[in-house]
Protein backbone atom coordinates (compact mmCIF):
# COMPACT_ATOMS: atom_id res chain seq x y z
CA UNK A 1 0.00 0.00 0.00
CA UNK A 2 2.62 2.57 0.78
CA UNK A 3 4.40 2.19 -1.92
CA UNK A 4 1.12 2.73 -4.38
CA UNK A 5 0.57 5.62 -2.35
CA UNK A 6 4.38 6.99 -3.33
CA UNK A 7 3.93 5.73 -6.77
CA UNK A 8 0.73 8.13 -6.92
CA UNK A 9 2.03 10.79 -5.51
CA UNK A 10 4.97 10.79 -7.72
CA UNK A 11 2.52 10.85 -10.74
CA UNK A 12 1.41 13.81 -9.04
CA UNK A 13 3.96 15.59 -8.20
CA UNK A 14 5.67 15.34 -12.09
CA UNK A 15 3.18 18.04 -13.61
CA UNK A 16 2.39 14.68 -16.04
CA UNK A 17 -1.11 14.11 -17.12
CA UNK A 18 -1.61 17.97 -15.53
CA UNK A 19 -4.90 18.41 -17.64
CA UNK A 20 -6.43 15.24 -16.80
CA UNK A 21 -5.70 15.33 -13.15
CA UNK A 22 -7.41 18.89 -13.11
CA UNK A 23 -10.56 17.96 -14.40
CA UNK A 24 -10.73 15.53 -11.87
CA UNK A 25 -9.64 17.71 -9.42
CA UNK A 26 -12.18 19.59 -10.43
CA UNK A 27 -14.91 17.45 -10.26
CA UNK A 28 -13.72 16.58 -6.64
CA UNK A 29 -13.71 20.37 -5.80
CA UNK A 30 -17.37 20.84 -7.25
CA UNK A 31 -18.94 18.15 -4.95
CA UNK A 32 -17.19 19.29 -1.58
CA UNK A 33 -18.37 22.82 -2.41
CA UNK A 34 -21.81 22.03 -3.09
CA UNK A 35 -22.00 20.14 -0.38
CA UNK A 36 -20.86 22.60 1.85
CA UNK A 37 -22.66 24.94 0.29
CA UNK A 38 -26.41 23.59 -0.34
CA UNK A 39 -26.07 21.19 3.36
CA UNK A 40 -26.48 23.96 6.00
CA UNK A 41 -28.65 25.75 3.83
CA UNK A 42 -30.54 22.95 3.13
CA UNK A 43 -30.52 21.79 6.73
CA UNK A 44 -31.88 25.11 8.31
CA UNK A 45 -34.25 26.48 5.84
CA UNK A 46 -35.71 22.82 5.66
CA UNK A 47 -36.43 22.54 9.64
CA UNK A 48 -37.05 26.45 9.88
CA UNK A 49 -40.29 26.80 7.16
CA UNK A 50 -41.19 23.28 5.95
CA UNK A 51 -43.94 21.60 7.68
CA UNK A 52 -43.62 17.85 6.77
CA UNK A 53 -42.71 14.84 8.41
CA UNK A 54 -38.96 14.09 9.58
CA UNK A 55 -38.01 11.48 6.59
CA UNK A 56 -39.50 13.87 4.37
CA UNK A 57 -37.18 17.05 5.49
CA UNK A 58 -34.33 14.54 5.59
CA UNK A 59 -35.22 13.77 2.02
CA UNK A 60 -35.48 17.10 0.88
CA UNK A 61 -32.19 17.79 2.15
CA UNK A 62 -30.61 15.06 0.89
CA UNK A 63 -31.77 16.25 -2.35
CA UNK A 64 -31.00 19.53 -2.47
CA UNK A 65 -27.68 18.86 -1.67
CA UNK A 66 -26.78 16.26 -4.41
CA UNK A 67 -28.12 17.88 -7.48
CA UNK A 68 -26.34 21.35 -5.93
CA UNK A 69 -23.33 19.15 -5.83
CA UNK A 70 -23.79 17.21 -8.92
CA UNK A 71 -24.47 20.35 -10.95
CA UNK A 72 -21.33 22.40 -9.54
CA UNK A 73 -19.12 18.83 -10.28
CA UNK A 74 -20.61 18.36 -13.94
CA UNK A 75 -20.30 22.19 -15.05
CA UNK A 76 -16.53 22.68 -13.35
CA UNK A 77 -15.87 19.73 -15.64
CA UNK A 78 -17.28 20.46 -18.84
CA UNK A 79 -16.34 24.22 -18.34
CA UNK A 80 -12.14 23.18 -17.66
CA UNK A 81 -12.78 20.76 -20.67
CA UNK A 82 -14.09 22.97 -22.89
CA UNK A 83 -11.67 26.05 -22.15
CA UNK A 84 -8.68 23.80 -22.20
CA UNK A 85 -9.60 22.40 -25.69
CA UNK A 86 -10.44 25.78 -27.49
CA UNK A 87 -6.87 26.80 -26.07
CA UNK A 88 -5.14 23.92 -27.55
CA UNK A 89 -6.75 25.96 -30.69
CA UNK A 90 -5.75 29.09 -30.18
CA UNK A 91 -1.85 30.06 -31.96
CA UNK A 92 -1.31 33.66 -30.02
CA UNK A 93 -0.69 34.27 -26.53
CA UNK A 94 -2.84 36.06 -24.30
CA UNK A 95 -2.63 37.46 -20.68
CA UNK A 96 -5.19 35.66 -18.56
CA UNK A 97 -7.55 33.17 -20.20
CA UNK A 98 -8.77 34.32 -23.35
CA UNK A 99 -12.88 35.54 -23.59
CA UNK A 100 -13.13 33.80 -26.61
CA UNK A 101 -12.57 30.73 -25.01
CA UNK A 102 -13.98 31.72 -21.62
CA UNK A 103 -17.38 32.84 -22.64
CA UNK A 104 -18.48 30.33 -25.15
CA UNK A 105 -17.38 27.44 -23.05
CA UNK A 106 -19.20 28.66 -19.94
CA UNK A 107 -21.86 29.80 -21.79
CA UNK A 108 -22.83 26.09 -23.14
CA UNK A 109 -21.77 24.71 -19.89
CA UNK A 110 -24.03 26.50 -18.20
CA UNK A 111 -27.27 25.81 -20.70
CA UNK A 112 -26.47 22.32 -20.31
CA UNK A 113 -26.39 22.21 -15.91
CA UNK A 114 -28.02 25.45 -14.88
CA UNK A 115 -30.24 25.68 -17.85
CA UNK A 116 -33.52 23.37 -16.37
CA UNK A 117 -35.62 25.61 -14.38
CA UNK A 118 -35.90 24.31 -10.88
CA UNK A 119 -35.42 25.55 -7.16
CA UNK A 120 -31.44 24.76 -7.08
CA UNK A 121 -31.02 26.15 -10.25
CA UNK A 122 -33.12 29.52 -10.35
CA UNK A 123 -31.27 30.09 -6.97
CA UNK A 124 -27.61 30.25 -8.05
CA UNK A 125 -28.38 31.78 -11.20
CA UNK A 126 -29.71 34.75 -9.40
CA UNK A 127 -26.85 34.78 -7.23
CA UNK A 128 -24.47 34.92 -9.98
CA UNK A 129 -26.61 37.83 -11.46
CA UNK A 130 -26.03 40.00 -8.59
CA UNK A 131 -22.43 39.58 -8.25
CA UNK A 132 -22.51 40.09 -11.95
CA UNK A 133 -23.98 43.91 -11.65
CA UNK A 134 -21.63 44.43 -8.65
CA UNK A 135 -18.82 43.18 -11.10
CA UNK A 136 -19.09 44.82 -14.17
CA UNK A 137 -19.98 48.17 -12.25
CA UNK A 138 -16.58 47.94 -10.67
CA UNK A 139 -15.47 47.37 -14.03
CA UNK A 140 -16.90 50.41 -15.31
CA UNK A 141 -15.99 52.53 -12.41
CA UNK A 142 -11.79 51.48 -13.04
CA UNK A 143 -11.94 52.74 -16.49
CA UNK A 144 -14.08 55.68 -15.82
CA UNK A 145 -17.42 55.09 -17.13
CA UNK A 146 -18.87 55.49 -13.41
CA UNK A 147 -17.92 57.50 -11.10
CA UNK A 148 -15.37 56.34 -8.09
CA UNK A 149 -16.12 58.24 -5.58
CA UNK A 150 -18.79 57.34 -2.56
CA UNK A 151 -20.70 60.19 -2.72
CA UNK A 152 -22.28 61.65 -6.06
CA UNK A 153 -23.41 65.10 -5.98
CA UNK A 154 -22.83 65.23 -2.11
CA UNK A 155 -25.40 62.05 -1.98
CA UNK A 156 -23.64 58.49 -0.67
CA UNK A 157 -24.53 56.14 -3.16
CA UNK A 158 -24.74 52.70 -0.63
CA UNK A 159 -27.58 54.19 1.52
CA UNK A 160 -29.36 54.77 -1.94
CA UNK A 161 -28.24 51.46 -3.24
CA UNK A 162 -29.74 49.76 0.31
CA UNK A 163 -33.05 51.73 -0.24
CA UNK A 164 -33.85 51.04 -3.66
CA UNK A 165 -33.13 47.28 -3.16
CA UNK A 166 -35.10 47.11 0.17
CA UNK A 167 -38.08 49.29 -1.11
CA UNK A 168 -38.23 47.10 -4.57
CA UNK A 169 -38.19 43.79 -3.09
CA UNK A 170 -40.76 44.79 -0.23
CA UNK A 171 -43.03 45.42 -2.93
CA UNK A 172 -42.59 42.50 -4.93
CA UNK A 173 -43.30 40.55 -1.77
CA UNK A 174 -46.14 42.27 -0.74
CA UNK A 175 -47.73 42.43 -4.03
CA UNK A 176 -46.53 39.99 -6.49
CA UNK A 177 -44.70 37.31 -4.09
CA UNK A 178 -45.13 34.44 -6.50
CA UNK A 179 -41.98 36.48 -8.68
CA UNK A 180 -39.94 35.92 -6.01
CA UNK A 181 -37.08 32.95 -5.57
CA UNK A 182 -39.39 30.21 -2.75
CA UNK A 183 -36.76 30.24 0.12
CA UNK A 184 -36.88 34.20 0.16
CA UNK A 185 -40.49 33.73 0.24
CA UNK A 186 -40.04 31.48 3.18
CA UNK A 187 -38.22 33.99 4.83
CA UNK A 188 -40.22 37.44 4.21
CA UNK A 189 -43.34 35.21 5.52
CA UNK A 190 -42.22 34.36 8.82
CA UNK A 191 -40.64 38.01 9.04
CA UNK A 192 -43.59 40.03 8.30
CA UNK A 193 -46.52 37.98 7.82
CA UNK A 194 -46.38 35.41 10.70
CA UNK A 195 -45.53 37.85 13.33
CA UNK A 196 -48.48 39.33 12.67
CA UNK A 197 -50.05 35.83 13.90
CA UNK A 198 -50.28 34.42 17.62
CA UNK A 199 -53.05 32.90 19.92
CA UNK A 200 -51.47 32.86 23.52
CA UNK A 201 -47.73 33.14 25.07
CA UNK A 202 -46.71 29.92 23.33
CA UNK A 203 -46.87 30.85 20.18
CA UNK A 204 -46.50 34.52 20.78
CA UNK A 205 -42.64 33.70 22.37
CA UNK A 206 -41.45 30.07 21.86
CA UNK A 207 -42.77 29.09 18.51
CA UNK A 208 -43.96 30.88 15.07
CA UNK A 209 -46.92 28.84 15.16
CA UNK A 210 -48.43 26.23 17.61
CA UNK A 211 -47.19 22.54 16.86
Not at 59 to 72: D, F, P, S, V
Not at 126 to 140: K, N, P, Q
Amino acid sequence: MSSLLQVINQTLQSGSHQQILSLLKGIRNGIVYGVKIRFPHALVMTFLFKDVPLKDKIRLILRATYQHARNLAQFTFLYKLLTTTLSKTSTKPSVGKNPLHVIPAAAFAGYLVFGEKNPINMQINMYLLSRIIFGLCRVATERGYFPSEEKLNGVKIFPVFAATMWGVVLWLFENHKHTLQPSLQDSMTYLYHDSNKWNNIWDFLVYNKLP
